[in-house]
């Protein structure tokens, strides 16, 4: 193939933009991000699919890492009347736990709009939903409470009560 079809040539989130070098009979390409960044790369560990993005498909505060993350999030969400109900994986428990495997990582959804929304979420905190949809992930329908209180969140969530006021 010759260099000047690469050009322009995409590759997962890569985009060939010109030859870098032939070092020792291995052609360089230099490709730009879709997140912005330009670098020279192995032609063939890109055509390979060895690589496909400039590293910022692993940094989970990415741009272009938030942006799939949440498209994937969004596609496993079915939004009924006020309750976002959650078509993804959850954990086989007493209690229903959502979660979404994304680049060979877990995340619980629930925790990530609430941190989205400027909750902090580090440390021993959980996560009780408030209404009567089992499967809801709709923050605003989910309490914070320290991991020292869940049981008696979880209890007081069964019986229906809400913990709103606590």
């Known amino acids: 193939m010759h260099i000047k079809e690469l050009i322009g040539k995409k590759y997962g989130f890569l985009t060939i933009t010109g030859l870098a070098k032939h070092r020792e009979r291995v052609l360089h390409v230099i490709c730009e991000c879709e997140c912005g960044v330009s670098a020279s790369y192995i032609l063939e560990n890109i055509e390979r699919g060895k690589i496909k993005s400039c590293g910022c498909m692993n940094d989970s505060k990415s741009p272009l890492f938030l942006k799939m993350f949440k498209e994937k999030l969004w596609s496993l969400i079915d939004k009924h009347e006020d309750c976002w109900i959650w078509k993804g994986g959850h954990r086989k428990s007493k209690y229903f736990s959502p979660w979404i495997n994304f680049k060979n ?24 939903r408030q209404c009567n949809t089992p499967l809801c992930v709709n923050p605003s329908h989910h309490v914070k409470v320290s991991i020292a209180n869940i ?16």
């Not at 990582?105 to 009780?128: I, L, M, S, T």
């Not at 049981?151 to 606590?166: F, H, M, S």
């Open 105 to 128: 990582k877990q995340y619980n959804p629930v925790r990530f709009f609430a941190e989205e929304q400027g909750e902090d979420v580090h440390g021993n905190w959980a996560f009780v």
């Open 151 to 166: 049981q008696k969140a979880i209890t007081k969530e069964i019986k229906g009560e809400y913990l709103r006021n606590q």
